[in-house]
């Protein structure tokens, strides 16, 4: 069954660059969109006010923050007592797993928006997963989002009825470049997105964790030019 | 790679019979047991004191209770202003999905189990599934349980290093009865145990919906006396 215009679609939305552009993606292919995102206690939770602006902007039907408390789980620099890398090599970022891999967070998040597309009838979940220019973690990869579908067939009352729920990661084999691009196209502010791991107190990206570097680098390659305030280049 | 006695496992508990007599069997095995609970917006939260009466009484090393809001997502009996099925006869429980199914419920609870395992080093997580005597959940089927530990082992850093979660449902093929006099032999106190949907205020059982129905029918066929006050079954 393909979707036809004006179906629901459940958005992860963190407020990023690639889950902000996978909004507009959502949006642009017609569904009604219902943006899901999560309160767990990360260091960066400025993103959430981001993600209410890109929900905004969008015009997604709903913008819906859960909330639940990640630290007291462990095990990652985004949620812990641990330091966030700073300045790190092209060769260093995705080469391994790093200390900012959150245990099984798409897992979790990808969970909730399952439940909340089998609540709203919804058929089809974005996610804006990508494994070109990532941090290494393995639960971006596109394996691993075809094993989610699988198991959501068979964990759901509409998978009982032969209904599969869709996981969508439209931007999982494109560059942070592409995506910018692609983005842009489709009416995606970027000034009011938000991708740092360890921003200032006033909200400022610091310029240096693997989150702002492949930031960077997305809008240095794309020919776009980055809005972004970072602390760490405030000329003098 | 077999575990040692000893070796860490993540076990769910509700505080019912199932998840209650999961975590004896987990104890019994040799692990050194992580019990996890939710307080999801259930009607029934009394069963998260029970599951702390359990996880003390069988030695749990910790209980983690974490927190959040289903009733936001819906659709559900347990967690909306839907009325709790009573009196059902035993061909309709279980046959269909009643409305006290949550949506995707059980693969949010592993989801959070499985970052509790990867954040403590588990490789080992017990879930109460169990598929005879239930109430027709899809996501308590071992072809469930099954594709979850396949996504598993893509979603993890664990799973990349090679080491892959096992998703244990020891109770999966066991009726109630069995599970009950399983449970008893391993020192389970079942007047510690919840399973009610639907009880009252001061947290007597209702003695009519489909979970008291499954556990009176347990304790009936088990040959051991049932220790829970039901609200419907107080003499004049």
């Known amino acids: 069954m393909e979707p036809g215009r004006g179906d629901r679609a459940v958005v992860l939305l ?7 552009t996978t909004l507009a993606v959502a949006v642009n292919d017609g569904f009604e969109t219902y943006a899901l995102s999560f309160d767990y ?13 890109v929900a905004k902007l969008l015009g997604a039907k709903r913008h819906l923050v859960l909330a639940f408390d990640l630290t007291r789980i462990g095990g990652s620099a985004l949620t812990a007592e641990l330091e966030v890398p700073k300045d790190r090599t092209p060769g260093e970022i995705g080469a391994g797993v ?7 967070r798409n897992t979790i998040f990808l969970s909730f928006a399952l439940a909340w597309a089998e609540s709203l009838g919804a058929f089809d979940v974005f996610i804006g997963a990508n494994a070109v220019d990532y941090s290494g973690y393995p639960d971006c990869r596109p394996e691993f989002i075809e094993a989610f579908e699988e198991m959501a067939a068979l964990a759901t009352r509409c998978g009982v009825g032969g209904h599969r729920v869709r996981i969508k990661a ?10 910018i691009r692609l983005g842009a196209r489709l009416g995606v502010d970027y000034s009011l997105t938000r991708s740092c791991y360890d921003p200032t ?11 702002c570097l492949l930031r960077k680098k997305g809008f240095a390659e794309s020919g776009i030019e980055d809005p972004t305030g970072y602390s760490n280049s405030r000329g003098p």
């Open 14 to 20: 963190s407020g990023g660059i690639d889950s902000s």
């Open 41 to 53: 206690g990360q260091r960066h939770r400025c993103e959430l006010d981001a993600a209410t602006s």
């Open 98 to 104: 790093p200390v900012t891999y959150v245990p099984a």
């Open 170 to 179: 439209p931007l999982i084999d494109m560059s942070k470049a592409e995506i």
């Open 201 to 211: 107190a006033e909200g400022l990206a610091c310029g240096s964790c693997d989150s």
